[in-house]
């Protein structure tokens, strides 16, 4: 191994290719304000609380109900 390596000519963020997009949503205010309490109370971030309900909702192939 070097002691030194060259990387003037390399370039920032050439292989990386990240695994989530940043995409706007609406989301009721009793439904944040629930995730944003859930997180402060485990200690992790609410939209990783939200992203983790999606997956697991997905990974089941839930069904939605529709009551009218």
């Known amino acids: ?3 030194q390596y060259n990387f003037s000519k390399g370039v920032r963020g050439k292989f ?4 989530k997009i940043q995409k706007t ?3 009721d205010k009793d439904i944040l304000e ?8 485990n200690g992790i971030p609410y939209q990783t609380l ?5 997956k697991k909702f997905a990974a089941e192939e839930g069904e939605i ?3 009218s």
Do not use: S
Request: aromatic share 12%; glycine share 0%.
């Open 1 to 3: 191994m070097k002691k």
């Open 16 to 19: 990386y290719r990240p695994n």
């Open 25 to 27: 949503i609406r989301i």
């Open 34 to 41: 629930f995730y944003q309490r859930l997180a402060l109370e």
């Open 50 to 54: 939200i992203n983790l309900t999606l």
């Open 65 to 67: 109900v529709i009551k």
